[in-house]
Each structure stands twice: as C-alpha cells, then as structure tokens.
C-alpha cells in the first residue's frame, strides 16, 4: 500500500512564502500531486510532478525527489485566502487512483 | 467554466436504509471516482470507474457498495444498507486524462 506524511499545522504571514513538506511510502507511483481544500470545500487540483524537479504554476510551485520520497509545495506571496489545507497525494496505476497524504492546515496571518 | 455537481448537498437517514448519492461529471471526462472524507481525517479513495466499468475499488467498497452510470451524464453511488461508520462527506471527482481530478461540492451523510 501507500501512506503519506505532511506536518499537521503550518503558520505564515501575508506575503511570506511557504513550504509544505510531504515524504512517502510506496512500491510504485506514476507522480504526486497537490490539492487544496477550504474548509467545508471540495479539494482543488493544484500542481502534478510526473517527473523528479520542480513545477511552476504562477504563485505556486511543486517539488518531487524520487529518490528521496519527498516533494514539497511552495507558496510565495501568501495571501489570507491561502489559508486552507494542502494535501499531497500519490497518483497509482490500475485504478488511477489518488491516495492522499494527512494534510497540513495553512494558516495565514497578518 | 465546466463543474462536477452532486445532489444531494446534504442527506440525512437510518441505520439500514439505502441511499444513493447523484454525479454528474464533467461532460467530456472519462474517469470518474467517489472518494469519502470523514470529517477532520483526510480524503480516501472508494472506487474508480473507466470505459462503463469498475477500475479499481478500495477495502472500503466492500459489497454494500455499488456504482452505475446509468446514461450518458449521471454517476450513481448506491449504499445498501448504511451503517454508523459510513457517515462521511462524499466526493465525486472527474477527469479527462485521470491525473488531474475535478472534485465535485461532495455530499454530506448522516446516519443515525
């Protein structure tokens, strides 16, 4: 099976930029993904690393390390709206499915 | 911008009865998956459904469980005889190349 780990709480100010951390266990994945959840919300798709570096989507950014069992999702330019939890998940084959990480809750300050 | 809804926003029934939870995903999506979340844990994979048939389901989707998409838009979950455990908040999710899933609005479950 697959299991993943991410901090539970993460505080940052307006402007600031974050990372969330996400580290794996797994004996097969296609990539990693990140979503985004509001309380009360659905999760929103976010970045998708196929491949190990990093990948840029305007304010955000995702990092993938095979090799270590690591990716991370970067935040620059926090605003109040971020504040939400971020979930990495691995993306499997057979059923292309996602199984989610534990998620850490951002929480933006002024 | 296209959207994955999902009726009804919230339902409410007894231990023993059957619910069905209603999707309709995007319109020119081919994978189509339910995922639960109870509430403050993380979200969790039920089945996925590809070419008219069940891809993969998870430990949760045992035999009380069902899917259908009866016709060309809805996307059906069907629970037979709902149990305490199974209130949850219900996630439908689409995709068009299966990585990049849209996450419907998500029913939420009470059983009592």
Known sequence: GQSLEQPSEVTAVEGAIVQMNCTYQTSGFYGLSWYQQHDGGAPTFLSYNALDGLEETGRFSSFLSRSDSYGYLLLQELQMKDSASYFCALFTGGGNKLTFGTGTQLKVEL | ?112
């Open chain 2, 1 to 112: 911008e296209p959207e994955v809804t999902q009726t009804p926003s919230h339902q409410v029934t007894q231990m023993g009865q059957e619910v069905i939870l209603r999707c309709v995903p995007i319109s020119n999506h081919l994978y189509f998956y339910w995922y639960r979340q109870i509430l403050g844990q993380k979200v969790e994979f039920l089945v996925s459904f590809y070419n008219n048939e069940i891809s993969e389901k998870s430990e949760i989707f045992d035999d009380q469980f069902s899917v259908e998409r009866p016709d060309g838009s809805n996307f059906t979950l069907k629970i037979r005889s709902t149990k305490l455990e199974d209130s949850a908040m219900y996630f439908c999710a689409s995709s068009v190349n299966s990585y990049e899933q849209y996450f419907g609005p998500g029913t939420r479950l009470t059983v009592t």
